[in-house]
Every structure is written in C-alpha cells, then in structure tokens.
C-alpha cells in the first residue's frame, strides 16, 4: 500500500519537470513553485543576488563584460534581462533582522522567457550580499538605473526571484544583446 503515496509523488516530480522545461523556460508568471528549477549549483553563482559594487561607484574596476563567462552565461540563462529603475525603497523588519524592498521598473528589455511583469519586487535580507550596499544606499537608490538579470526558481511556498545587478552601461548592454544573439543561434533558452 505504500506504492500508491510514492507514485503520485513521481507524478508530480515528473509534471514538474516537463513542466519547468528547464533553466530559462518561459514559466507563465504565478505558475506553481514546484514548475520552477532548484535554486543549487550554477544558478547561486549567476543570480547571487548582488549589486556590482561599479554599478554603484564603489569600485573603480575596470572589467571587460564581452569576455565575461558568468555575465554571457547570466544573459543566457535569465527569465529577463533589461535595463531596471529603482522605484521605490522600503525596509521592515521581521525577528529584529531588517529586509529591504526594491521595486524595479523595466524600462527597457532585451531578454524575456517567461517573466513578464514590467515592475519586479527584489527583497534583500540581512544576509544578501546586496544588503551592505542597499543599506548604505538606502533610498539614494531610488531613480538609479542598472542592468538586472532576473531569473524564478523553486521555493517552499512561491517561486523565489533571484537577481543580479550590473552597471548600466554600454559595455554590459552590448555583451548582454551579444549574448542574447549568441543564445538564439545556437538553439539555447
């Protein structure tokens, strides 16, 4: 009697998987969290949510985004990919830990498979590595332009965004559309 409960739990595995079609399907927005990949292995290190420390003048590296593995890979990969305004920032606080809300409007996309909402909502905990940057920022942020990466993946109870914020500049848009024509010949989603 115990085949039964084991057999609807690899029915769902198996929907979910045909479901989610893998990294960077055009998931329909509010689909199930279980129709999304997990968030494991390569996807931690592309959507790390993080703010490049250049996108916001705290770095004076100069990097070359065209022969950036992770960033052609990020482009590749994300739901969607555009240029974002930060247009709001709130913060609340749950346990005595502060979590900080950036709503980002797409002012302009050059990738999209799935994700489809013009404004998206980022939460940066205490323990993201964003959280240093936005906390010193704070609602200095508003109005601020980056390129952000997004991508959903498996969540317990709703799929969780993931990002990755870079500088908006003409560099990292050119190797992002690059990337993005790269992925279209090649047949990758």
């Known amino acids: 009697m115990r085949i039964l409960p084991f057999l609807q739990r690899f029915a769902l595995l198996v929907s979910g998987v045909i479901g989610c079609g893998g990294s960077g399907s055009g998931a329909r927005p509010g689909a199930s969290p279980q129709n999304f990949p997990p968030y494991a292995g390569q996807a931690t290190t ?3 949510d993080r703010i490049d420390a250049n996108a916001v003048g705290l770095a004076d590296v100069a990097s070359k985004p065209r022969s950036d593995p992770a960033l052609r890979a990020r482009a590749q ?11 709001t920032v709130s913060v609340d606080s749950a346990g005595g830990r502060p979590t900080y809300h950036l709503t980002l409007q797409m002012v302009g996309s050059v990738v999209r498979r799935g994700l489809e909402d013009d404004h998206v909502e980022i939460s940066v905990r205490s323990d993201s590595p964003a959280f240093g940057v936005v906390k010193w920022l704070d609602t200095r942020l508003i109005g ?13 109870e709703e799929a969780q965004l993931r990002f990755h914020l870079s500088a908006d500049d003409a560099e990292v848009l050119g ?3 690059e990337a993005a024509v790269l992925s279209e010949v090649s047949g990758k989603k």
């Open 46 to 48: 592309l959507f790390d």
């Open 77 to 87: 990969t994300a739901e969607a990919v555009g240029r974002v305004r930060v247009a």
């Open 144 to 156: 601020k332009t980056f390129i952000g990466f997004f991508h959903r993946y498996a969540g317990t």
């Open 175 to 177: 190797a992002v559309r």
